[in-house]
């Protein structure tokens, strides 16, 4: 495109261009200065290392965890439980609100059930899902499934249930069916909640693959966390809060990314 | 002349738990084939229950409503659907009639071209003006190629000058293909200026209070209605009537 803007304009691009390398400055220089303190704080003895762990240790954990190769081993188990959890609960989550805004009698009978497993805190089922799954992956991943699709299912509910009264009106007056209905305006018009969705339930993946690996594991991101406290090694720690920082990160662009390929003829 | 839609002494009662609300007591009127009837009320009359009666949406308690052909329902806002081009709304009563008929979809398109869309086909609502978007709503009810219209204030969403504007668009589209319409309005001028014939109900529960038939003779252009001696004379009365 040619550019062809006022004196006025430009000074107005320039603007805008600098506050946003300004936002970026200040963000990655708030980064530099947590770790450069904290790498200061326990060089100089200040804090123990050995209970604060440090930005060099955590780089020498991590250098010996690839050399070990267990690094992506660990990685790799945990976001294998992740992701499949978090494919689970999705769809499970958006079916079973089909279901519910399908049939009004269903959503009421099932209301309070829903309401009570929602407040239910998750981890009380540890022993239960222990002795019914055993102790490998597959309990993990149950228990992701469990934080995860509640959320999901009422999050879609609510979304299926605000669809405009009016464009009901409109394709009901045209004669349309409940699934023509359910195709040609329920679902489309969910599409922004559906993204959003999915952007809460990464972080329920997360909890619930963590908290499964608390309570039973022998690998994972949860395992090192835990088993790096048992033997008090807190760099180990450290480490593998760094790498859960960095792979929720990852999962959460990657919704967004899903987001601006789904949603790019939505202007309003 | 031949009825379109008839309603016979229609009875509807609305139930809740708090209890029930006659919302139409004996309610007879007629729309004949080519007319374009406008109904106005005193607020909360039930102008949109009468509406749904009409659509089939819901039945009466008692009495009978009768429909020669299909509706098209036309909404106070033009409810387009964001995330389809204004072509693929258009269709959106051809999909759900599942016609699989290639006339219809060339012939909504000739519609939308005759008047003034042909240019925004492949457009999303978005990117249009509101007037444009009620033209647009009014060529996809046209789609549908219904018997008869059905108008629920489809002007009320629109700023002033828009709305006469658009109202000018309506009155030409539908006088343009001899189109049965029955206009539910709070608008009096709205009413005089697009209709053959008014309908003034009563309050709860509704029923017919006056019927008139307009003599604006062959203008049906609702600007050049507006200028014409006998508007103000058929405004004072409605006015009244809608009062008393």
Redesign the interface.
Known sequence: MKHSYSAEHARFLRKRRRKLALVWALRIGLLALFLGVWELVTALGWADPFLMSSPSRIAKTLASLYADGSLFYHIGVTLLETLIGFAISTVVGCAVALLLWWSETLKRVLEPYIVVLNALPKIALGPLIIIWFGTGAEAIVFMTVLVGVIVATMHMLTAFLSTDKNKLLLLRSMGASKLQILQKLVVPSSLASFISMLKVNVGMAWIGSIMGEYIVSRAGIGYLIVYGGQVFKLDLVMTATFLLCLLAAGMYFAVVLLEKILVKNEEN | MKNVLCFTDVTLTYHTTRGETTAAEGLSFEVGEGEFLAVIGPSGCGKTTLLSLA?G?LAPSSGEVTRAGR???M???D?L???RTIEKNIF??L???REKEKNARSGAVELAKKYGLGDFLQS?P??LSGGMRQRAALIRTLA?DPDIL?LDEPFSALDYQTRLNVCEDVSKILRGEHKTALLITHDISEAISLADRVLVLTARPAKVAYSHTLDFGDVVSPLKRREMPQFSGWFELLWRELNA
């Open positions: 659509a949406l509706c098209g329902y909404l106070q806002k409810e659907f964001p995330w959106l009563p999909e759900i009639r999303y978005a990117e549908a059905l």
